[in-house]
């Protein structure tokens, strides 16, 4: 079976520039969440989505970062504009969680990840 | 979420097993342990998870105490390919990630 698939897996721009990264998750997922990974900061989650709707984006650095998933196959992450301290690896990670589920028993399985340079 | 502490590093020879320990005395009734491993440059790799019982799979056991406020990963047979920073974590809905043990499994 595919795993949760990201891309592109590194991308090296210059600041200001537009960054997209895309994700598919495991078919049949349908929790899908975007994590940031730095060496200070370790891995944070940015936001997760829950049959295709936003539930929780407290962790979306600021207002230049933006998430969406159209459908339940493919989401996006976005920097607008892109700055040097957005240099990281950016993963996403899918799993069958809903939101009746009154306890988190179902594991999250993450991509390998895309490794983002702000120059 | 109740945060979890774990050794910053382990040593474990290989083909003998490697137990890496966590503490979560705050732990809710709720709460799952999940453990996660990340291999350099790869992302995240569920290994198991559990609640009350103690539980095994494929890759590993998990032990956890009768008062749930400690657990405790085996890897029974531990390979060079085990090397790798390992995440307890406990969860009720998304995961935090604390800094986790780097297990170095010697030759």
């Known amino acids: 079976d595919a795993g949760v698939i990201q891309s592109p897996r590194h991308e090296v721009t210059e600041m200001g520039q537009e960054v997209t990264l895309r994700c598919k998750p495991i078919?049949?997922?349908?929790?899908l969440f975007w994590y940031r990974q730095t060496m200070m900061r370790g891995l944070e989650l940015l936001i997760y989505?829950?049959?295709?709707?936003?539930?929780?984006d407290s962790g979306m650095p600021e207002d230049r970062f933006s998430a969406k998933m159209p459908n339940a196959s493919f989401s996006t992450l976005k920097i607008q504009p892109s700055e040097p301290r957005d240099s990281a690896v950016y993963f996403c990670?899918?799993?069958?969680?809903?939101?009746?589920?009154?306890?988190?028993?179902?594991?999250?399985?993450f991509g390998d990840g895309t490794r983002l340079s702000i120059l | 979420d109740a945060k979890t502490t774990q050794p910053p590093s382990m040593d474990c020879a290989e083909g003998r097993a490697a137990n890496l320990p966590c503490n979560h005395s705050?732990?809710?009734?709720?709460?799952?342990v999940y453990w996660y491993r990340q291999i350099h440059s790869q992302g995240p790799q569920y290994i198991i998870h559990g609640l009350k019982n103690n539980e095994t799979n494929e890759m590993a056991s998990l032990i956890i105490t009768e008062d749930r406020k400690s657990s405790t990963l085996i890897l029974p047979h531990a390979t060079l390919r085990d090397t790798a920073v390992y995440y307890c974590i406990v969860v009720r809905r998304a995961l935090t990630f604390g800094s986790g043990t780097r297990l170095q499994v010697q030759p």
């Open positions: 990670a899918s799993s069958s969680l809903t939101l009746l589920d009154r306890n988190s028993n179902q594991p999250q399985h």
């Open positions: 078919s049949g997922h349908n929790s």
């Open positions: 705050t732990i809710s009734g709720n709460e799952y």
């Open positions: 989505f829950n049959n295709n709707v936003p539930i929780d």
